[in-house]
């Protein structure tokens, strides 16, 4: 199947027969035809037809003075007409045929053209963040003005200390980290498919993609995370699956994130289920026999899209897993399981701490809470109730419990306010389509992370929604390779320096403060 070379350009036919095709279209000239027709008359055959080069050296010199005028603009000028099958291109100021989508040699589809602008401004924003080593979040906005204002009474210490952790946000710089194990070639083949960090931020979990298909999981001790080595050990286990992992969290089992909860789907007959991995099994906390190694529990929960792990008292040593219609509570010292039926599938949950109460997010878009006190059957265990407009994939709960973050599906993230069943903020410029992507909220420093189906790692402030920083992918955009974060004021434990972690392909980065 042959096509138009994009060199050629666009080739208008000849309105009468035996006529040629025409020569290149450039845009000065439909502009020039279309300001000797602005009302949009009917044209004749000879009007309607594309002409060739100038007939003259004085039409020539008048296409190239009327040039730089009509090139200046960007790809984004309204001026240019979408012509159908047709692409302009603003760096050559012309228009190429794009062939069809289907041809496996196809030079030039709309999909190449935007991957091709969307790796062109990744690149862009790489250079920059090499070089400019100061940022500006905010204009007029630096340590030493921040610093004068505090002292003449203008901000109070926390206004102060929200944006000076936005300022060393901003200025945050990026390091590979190098990762030490007991097997380095395992390193190099096996690529990271989630991290999460625990609650003092000296462990890190990860999920990687093996090779030969599969998933193994190891931790890495983030307590030799210093500047300026950036070096860490990683701790690995035998423990392998072939099954997608679903869902992670950490769980307070015996003690303090003493285990990791993992949500896996079925295969080949076999069915899903909830696994409790114990930390102690990795060789980061066999040490002087101060941590046992635990026990293995695998519930046989088919479908599980979520999980979460309750650290409340009237719902201790208990977890739940959201399924396809229906959410499933199950202690894990008694066995008991709870289920509370719904009419979609839950994709999100968290717990609250201070009352028994469990928000869950859904496919269909709604988010509820279970009243962990009522009966599940009927209704009325259903204590609150919000509404996206798409798929919910992240659900998280403030620590004064007033307050619920919600993304979706369409890239909307939601702070909504449980008192008033309110939206009170919505932080703009999330992307996302169908992907399952996590929000990390951090009160202390004030922010917001999260990282978009686009690959870039976007932080919002908590205060105002205001964009404080983008961060690009080191890997060109791709769907399997969208980054993991984890986000710390204490990344390495209570004398560690705040950061971000940043997991993607084989490789593992730092963003430390300055």
């Given amino acids: 199947m042959s096509g138009v070379s994009p060199r050629r350009g666009l080739r208008a036919v000849g309105c009468r027969e035996g006529q040629t095709r025409g020569t290149e279209m450039d845009r000065s000239s439909w502009q020039r035809r279309h300001q ?40 984004g000028d309204s ?22 989508g289907h041809n496996n040699c196809n030079p030039l589809t709309k999909e190449s053209i935007q991957y091709k602008k969307m790796e062109g401004r990744r690149l862009q924003l790489l250079d920059q963040e090499d070089k400019q080593k100061k940022k500006v979040t905010r204009m007029g906005f630096n340590m030493s003005s921040i610093l004068q204002k505090k002292q003449l009474g203008f901000l109070n210490i926390t206004s102060y200390c929200r944006l000076s952790h936005e300022l ?36 890190l979990f990860t999920v990687n993609d093996v090779k030969i298909g599969g998933s193994k999981y190891g931790i890495i001790d983030l307590q030799g995370l210093k500047v300026p080595t950036f070096k860490v050990h990683m701790h690995e286990n035998l423990y392998f699956t072939n099954r997608k992992v679903n869902s992670v969290c950490w769980a307070s ?29 990795f060789a980061s906390n066999h040490q002087a026999g101060t941590d046992r190694p635990g026990m293995l529990c695998s519930f046989r929960i088919p479908g599980a899209w979520s999980c979460a792990w309750s650290l409340n008292v009237q719902a201790s040593n208990c977890f739940s897993t959201g399924l396809s219609r229906r959410v499933l509570l199950t202690n ?3 066995g008991h399981r709870q289920s509370y039926g719904t009419n979609t599938d839950v994709l999100a949950q968290q717990f609250v701490v201070s009352t028994p109460l469990l928000f869950n997010g859904c496919r269909s878009g709604e988010i509820f809470a279970i009243d962990l006190r009522s009966p599940s059957q009927g209704r009325s265990w259903k204590a609150t109730r919000l509404f996206h407009h798409t798929a919910v994939t992240s659900v998280r709960i403030l620590q004064e419990e007033h307050y619920v973050m919600a993304s979706d599906m369409a890239g909307k ?16 410029g999330h992307v996302n389509e169908y992907a399952y992507l996590p929000l990390h909220v951090h009160e202390e420093e004030g922010i917001l992370v999260a990282v978009g189906q686009d690959c870039y790692t976007r932080i919002w402030s908590l205060h105002d929604t205001h964009l404080l920083r983008t961060i690009p992918s080191p890997y060109p955009t791709s769907k399997a390779d969208i980054p993991s974060v984890a986000f710390s004021s204490r990344l390495g434990g209570l004398r560690g320096a ?15 403060y300055s």
Avoid at 82 to 98: A, I, T, V
Avoid at 413 to 428: A, F, G, P
Avoid at 498 to 512: E, H, I, K, N
């Fill in 253 to 281: 089992l015996n003690h303090l994130d003493s285990h990791i909860l993992l949500c896996l789907m079925g295969l080949a007959g076999t069915p899903g289920c909830a696994t409790l991995l114990p930390a102690s099994l």
């Fill in 79 to 100: 001026s240019v007409p979408d012509l159908p099958g047709f692409y302009f291109d603003p760096e050559k100021n012309r228009y190429f045929r794009l062939l069809p």
């Fill in 332 to 334: 894990v010292v008694t």
């Fill in 168 to 203: 060393r946000v901003s200025c945050m710089e990026r390091k590979k980290v190098e990762i030490q194990s007991s097997d380095p070639s395992a390193l190099s083949s096996d690529r990271f498919n989630f991290i999460l960090a625990d609650t003092s931020s000296d462990r």
């Fill in 498 to 512: 705040p950061g971000l972690l940043m997991a993607v392909r084989q490789d593992l980065y730092c963003f430390s």
């Fill in 413 to 428: 993230i939601k702070l909504w306010d449980l008192r008033t069943i309110q939206c009170v903020r919505q932080y703009e």
């Fill in 36 to 75: 000797q027709n602005p009302a949009g008359r009917q044209l004749d055959s000879s009007e309607r037809c594309v002409t060739g080069t100038p007939k003259n050296p004085q039409d020539s010199s008048h296409h190239d003075a009327d040039s730089p005028s009509t090139s200046s603009s960007t790809a």
